[in-house]
């Protein structure tokens, strides 16, 4: 299996692709060719040995040995109960991926990245240290800086909008452990963050310079696909199980409700399609920066909108950088529509590309709806939902609404409502929430009676190791700084 830019037709192996995270034209790796699943043989597989057989089809350059290595090491018990549950409801079923270290479904492929990273650096006999540049609108850094800590031949650098993100979230980072960590707060959005760790992966005279003094850039964002082939894997645990439960049969159609930001997520069920999984509908679930939610039903990408600090912070996001790889995957002109975003802001794709994109559907949930969605899943069916599930809950109902369509659907659910205990809280009681977040998620257990997840019951006990906030203009500077 080889791996070409989505801008360029230069390939490489799995391995060069996972360590440089972006290809040198700027453009992200795609696999030239997308390998099939037998399902019928996967069905009576383990989550790890599906997920080792999933990515030996795309990783051939790794040993059997050293995927399994790496998958039985990320798959363990750091995942509390079972790796991915999947809870049943009316019509429609959750599929948990956040039982992970830090509660977000960023865990799932960032507890194997490490592994694979070092392997692959190995395998190129790479002498300098790995410096893993992340921006984060606010999970991917702490699920980073856990997989990194401490590993040998890495270091992690993490800027977060320091405005916008939940309180959890902002401790789980300032907190982190590990003689190789640096966190920083940015005067900025996500879309700055990202912005800027981009043009430093490209300036050819900062990585000459940091070369010769030891080190090379690399990226745990879902840029890098070592992000995206994990993802993969519960999509088609998650139909597996439904045939298992007998719910449906095997070869039956199921839909994907994914509540998306840089549409890495509901990218890697698109490519379960195209491997043969059987999904009939992808259902994109913006919140009010709804720029990819219009895009798919117009064909119009439109970065002229402001950008929306909403109660899913972690979709707050317009530039949404792994649709290039969609985009590439439907034989659109990737270098011309991203010179127009460049240059105009804007871009429209082609017929051909509009009618390719028929299996989506895409919608998006105000702030007001997420929270009384939670309300009235908590209240109606006993389940609490995070705010970006409820988004994803709310995009479902209009989808509902508009087809008819009742086939079961699958809705990935990305975060644990103790993330995000503020407006879960907000939105099932009347009370006013006067405490800090900590003391909010005791409030929150004694009301649901959901155990408080491990990783964050004495969170507020740790201490600030990273309270430094910069403007986004330093960003390359601290870079600099920081491997001096
Ligand atoms: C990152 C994240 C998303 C968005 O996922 P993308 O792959 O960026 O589309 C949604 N929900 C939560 C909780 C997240 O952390």
């Known amino acids: 299996m080889l791996y070409k830019s989505t801008r360029g037709n ?9 360590v440089d995270g972006i290809a040198p034209d700027g453009g992200l790796y795609v696999p030239v060719s997308v390998p099939s699943l ?37 798959y363990d018990e750091k995942f509390v109960d079972e790796i991915v549950p999947i809870k049943y409801l009316e019509g429609r079923s959750i599929l948990e991926l956040y039982h992970g270290k830090t509660l977000a479904f960023k865990d799932m492929a960032l507890s194997i990245l490490p ?85 430093i992966f490209l300036d050819d ?43 449906i049969e095997l070869g039956d159609e199921m839909n994907v409700v994914v509540p998306t930001g840089n549409f890495g997520n509901i ?40 950008f929306k600090v909403t109660n899913s912070p972690s979709m707050d996001i317009l530039i949404s950088s792994n649709l290039e790889r969609y ?28 009618k390719a994109m028929s299996d989506f559907f895409g919608h998006f949930a105000t702030e007001r709806e997420t929270l009384s969605k939670i309300k009235s899943v908590y209240e109606n069916e006993g389940y609490l939902l995070d705010t970006h599930t409820a988004v994803a809950e709310v995009v479902y109902d ?15 659910s990305t975060a644990s409502p103790y993330k995000f205990t503020r407006d879960v ?8 929430l006067l405490d800090d977040d900590f003391e909010l998620i005791k409030i929150l257990s004694a009301k649901t009676g959901l155990e408080i997840p491990k990783s964050i019951e004495t969170l507020s006990e740790d201490e600030v190791r990273h309270p430094h906030v910069i403007s986004k203009v330093s960003i390359k500077n601290t870079v600099e700084t920081i491997l001096r």
Do not use: W
């Open 425 to 432: 809280l907000k939105s099932i009681s009347d009370d006013l």
């Open 327 to 354: 985009l590439s995957l439907i034989g659109e002109d990737v270098n011309d529509l991203m010179m127009k975003l460049k240059t105009e802001k804007k871009y429209e794709i082609s017929e051909n590309g509009k």
């Open 205 to 247: 005279e900062l990585k000459k310079q940091l070369k010769s003094d030891g080190f090379v850039f690399s990226s745990a964002n879902s840029i890098n696909i070592g992000r995206l082939v994990p993802q993969i894997v519960y999509y088609i645990h998650g139909y597996l199980e439904h045939v298992r439960k007998g719910l």
């Open 115 to 199: 592994y694979l990273m070092k392997k692959a650096s190995k395998r190129l006999g790479i002498k300098e240290e790995i410096v893993i540049l992340t921006a984060t609108s606010g999970d991917t850094g702490k699920a980073a800086l856990e997989g990194f800590a401490d590993v040998e031949g890495t270091k992690i650098v993490v800027f977060y909008p320091s405005e916008g993100i939940s309180d959890i979230q902002k401790h789980q980072m300032v907190s982190q452990k590990g003689n190789n960590t640096f966190v920083f707060g940015i005067k900025g959005n996500f879309d700055d963050a990202q912005s800027a760790v981009k043009s």
């Open 267 to 306: 990218l890697a069920a698109r490519y379960a399609k195209e491997m043969g999984l059987p999904i009939k509908k992808f259902i994109c679930a913006s919140n009010e920066n709804a720029v990819l939610s219009d895009f798919i039903k117009t064909g119009i990408y439109d970065l002229d909108r402001p």
């Open 398 to 412: 209009y989808y509902k609404k508009e087809s008819g369509d009742e086939t079961l659907s699958l809705i990935a």
């Open 10 to 18: 230069e390939t490489v192996l799995s391995s060069k692709a996972i």
């Open 38 to 74: 037998d399902l019928s043989e996967l069905l009576s597989k383990s989550y790890q040995e599906l997920a080792s057989n999933v990515l030996s089809l795309y990783l051939t350059d790794f040993s059997e040995q050293e995927i399994k290595c790496s998958v039985y090491k990320a």
